[in-house]
Each structure stands twice: as structure tokens, then as C-alpha cells.
């Protein structure tokens, strides 16, 4: 085995990527106070062509120097806006007929493992603050929370660790 060399790596220019047929999800953050956490997920969204990001609240928005040291370029190829109310965030989703899921623990949440995204539907992820996670007024208004299983003490994730497992998860899910 040889790691190959970034230049034998097929990596799309920005117009390609702009261009391509996206993934159907949107992800949604929501209070996220870190700039690295941001710029992680710009990067995870570029990885899988998600289709965009809608930064809300105190979120920051590029273009931002900490943002860019982990995005990498991302927020150049990735779709963003900025929405201020994550609650009007989730609402215009779900008129646009797009299934709104918050990633967090919560009574009756469905387990990653266990969830199975229809093919011909669009997802919108929410993710909440590093600390308070995803707001109940926004959980009451998704369909339905997904939760990712853990099993040591902590019970808790770096919100672009859990953006980048349940974007992985679904784009594997959306593929077969």
C-alpha cells in the first residue's frame, strides 16, 4: 500500500462542485458558539455535496479567519445563508416539504442506526449550542429527533463529531 499524493486525489473544482447533484440534506446549526465547530462542519458538508448550511442565531458566518482554518475553502463550495430565528428556519423548511430532525437525546428519539431516510425526500439536521444542545421550541417543531447511541460516561459529542456521524450515516443510507 502507497498513500497516494494530493494530486492523484479527484477532487472537484468549486464550479464542478457547484454544479453537482447534491446530497439531499440541509443542515441546520443553531447557536453554535465555536468557530472551529463551524468551519468543521463547512468541511463535512463539502465532503458529502450536502446541499446547504443555514447558520442561525449566534452562529457565526463566514467569511470569518477561525471559520477558514478548519473549513478549508468549504464555504466557497458549500451553499450557506443566515437565518436569525432557528424556529422560522424550521418552519420555512417544513413549507418547502422537507423533513426537520434536531440530533438530540430526548424522550422517544429514533436511534441513528435505526433510522432509514426515504430516497425521493429532502432532510433539513438540526444541531444545537455546545453546551444546551438543540432548543425545545425547535425539537417541538420537528417531525422527529434522531439520537445517536452512546455507551460511556460522557453521553455527549462535539456537535461537528455528531454532524460528521450522522451526515455519514445518511449519505451511506441515501446511496443503497
Not at 472551529?36 to 449566534?58: M, P, Q, W, Y
Not at 464555504?75 to 443566515?82: H, L
Request: glycine share 4%; aromatic share 6%.
Amino acid at each position: 500500500m502507497r498513500k497516494l499524493a494530493n494530486s492523484e486525489l479527484v477532487r472537484k473544482s468549486v464550479s464542478d462542485f457547484k454544479q453537482a447533484e447534491k446530497t439531499p440534506i440541509i443542515l441546520v446549526l443553531d447557536d453554535i458558539r465555536s468557530l472551529h465547530n463551524i468551519g468543521s462542519v463547512f468541511r463535512t458538508a463539502d465532503a458529502f455535496l450536502i446541499e446547504k448550511i443555514i447558520l442561525c442565531g449566534i452562529t457565526a458566518v463566514p467569511p470569518n479567519k477561525e471559520i477558514h482554518k478548519t473549513a478549508l475553502g468549504a464555504t466557497e463550495t458549500v451553499n450557506w445563508e443566515y437565518q436569525e430565528n432557528v424556529l422560522t428556519a424550521i418552519e420555512n423548511l417544513k413549507s418547502e416539504d422537507i423533513n426537520v430532525y434536531a440530533i438530540e437525546q430526548v424522550e422517544n428519539s429514533i436511534m441513528l442506526h435505526d433510522f432509514s431516510p426515504e430516497k425521493d425526500k429532502k432532510y433539513a439536521l438540526v444541531f444545537g449550542n455546545e453546551v444546551k444542545g438543540v432548543a425545545q421550541d425547535a425539537i417541538a417543531l420537528c417531525e422527529g429527533t434522531i439520537e445517536i447511541p452512546q455507551l460511556g460516561t460522557k453521553h455527549s459529542l462535539n456537535i461537528s463529531v455528531s454532524a460528521g456521524i450522522v451526515v455519514w450515516d445518511l449519505f451511506q443510507k441515501l446511496q443503497h
